[in-house]
Each structure stands twice: as structure tokens, then as C-alpha cells.
């Protein structure tokens, strides 16, 4: 989930946290670099979902939002039909 941060601005901070930190291109198995690390990682659970935003793993989205697989953002409950929100 991209949390409260653009798509476009998420790849510009993730590129200066790999150049500053020399950090090799993540391989699908751990594709994300976590904040204040310098080396990849996965989320799993407890916290399998990707914040963006924080550059962390986090357990759900926020309250009320659930996770578009589609978008992989969290969006409003009431956008999706049928669905329960998440509980954070």
C-alpha cells in the first residue's frame, strides 16, 4: 500500500535510499528495503502488507479501508462491494 504518498514519489524515495545506501536490486523473493536498513526484505506476518509511506511492514490497512489487490493500495471499505474493512 502506497499509504499517503504517490506511486511517483514512493520510486523517487526508494531510489535515493538505494543509491545512498548502495543497496543491489531486491530480488522478488525480498523485494522491499525497509527504513533505516540497507538490505531487502519481505513482509510476513505478523505484518504482511508493505507500507510504502513508511518504507515498513504493517498488519492491515488503515481502519476502515481494505486492500484493493487489484490497485495494491488500501481503499475506502465502501468503494468495494461485499467486503468487510480491514481492522488495524
Partial sequence: MYGNISSANYYIRLFKT???????????????????????????NPTPIYDANLMNCAAGCPLGTILDQNLRVCVSASTINGTKPCKY
Fill in 18 to 44: 538505494i543509491t545512498a545506501n548502495n543497496v543491489t536490486l531486491c530480488p522478488n523473493s525480498t523485494p522491499f528495503v525497509l527504513a533505516n536498513t540497507t538490505y531487502c526484505s519481505q513482509c510476513s
